[in-house]
């Protein structure tokens, strides 16, 4: 609804957004649905969030069409390659995150983890996830990690082989023991040690990697899980 308002030109380029407040009233929907879909067009380059500012057009869905297409065009790689690399980025934000984190940044964690359980209950979709993940990146306070975040969570979303493989996924036991992991990230993030938190953030990685290693099929020519092997935990330990 957002993204069409914007293509109609009801909120041209460089206009600011209402509030989530406003927009949730105005929608009649809650503040988290109206936060997952603005973080979904700021990932699109629709609008961009200045802090102290408010959230501002920056491009109309048919100008970002091909800033979109780019973003896409190295969606090729494996699920596990994606892992992979996953790990290597995100135990470093998580360890940076500890260093730099705020109050308002765990608040927001906390918030994305509220979001998770009541996605559990519901047997909703998993956004909660992906909110707790973006709100590490943004604990660094460096746009630039942020971004790296927001590009690979895209390419996840459209990657074809992740799709398939995490539809295998057939019970919601599995969010429940990330929903674990990310209370022990979040855990170490508070506490501001950076070591836990880089190790914390590499475990819950592998946990994945090794859950999602159950449903592969090791046969298939394009599995690449032993192509792209974890990077070491005595290594990130070191």
């Known amino acids: ?8 030109k009801q909120y041209a380029i460089g206009k600011r957004l209402p509030p989530e407040r406003e927009i949730a009233e105005m929608l009649n929907v809650s ?20 802090r102290g500012s408010g959230i501002f057009v920056i491009n109309t869905p048919q100008d970002s069409a091909s800033d979109a297409s780019a ?24 360890e940076f995150a500890a260093l730099q984190v705020t109050r308002e940044d765990i608040v927001k964690m906390r918030q994305a983890l509220q979001v998770e359980e009541q996605e559990l209950v519901s047997d909703d979709k998993e956004s909660g996830d992906m909110l707790f993940h973006l709100a590490i990146a943004e604990a660094t306070h460096n746009s630039m990690l942020v971004e790296l975040f927001k590009q690979s969570w895209q ?13 295998r996924l057939e019970n919601t036991h599995y969010r429940k023991d990330w929903l674990s992991d990310h209370k ?25 990697k090794l ?13 690449d899980g032993y192509l792209f092997e974890s990077w070491p935990l005595s290594e990130a330990d070191a």
């Open 1 to 8: 609804m957002l993204r069409r308002m914007i293509a109609q």
């Open 31 to 50: 503040r988290t649905v109206v936060r997952e879909a603005l973080i979904m067009l700021e990932i699109e380059k629709l609008v961009e969030v200045r």
């Open 71 to 94: 973003t896409n065009q190295c969606n090729d790689a494996g699920p596990f390659e994606l892992l992979q690399a996953r790990q290597l980025l995100e135990s470093n934000i998580a």
């Open 155 to 167: 390419w996840r979303e459209n990657n074809p082989m992740w799709i398939q493989l995490h539809s």
């Open 184 to 208: 022990q990230i979040l855990a170490t993030l508070i506490k501001r040690d950076a070591k836990a938190a880089k190790l914390a953030m590499w475990q819950h990685l592998e946990n994945v």
């Open 211 to 223: 859950r999602l290693l159950e449903f592969s099929d090791v046969d298939d020519i394009n599995f």
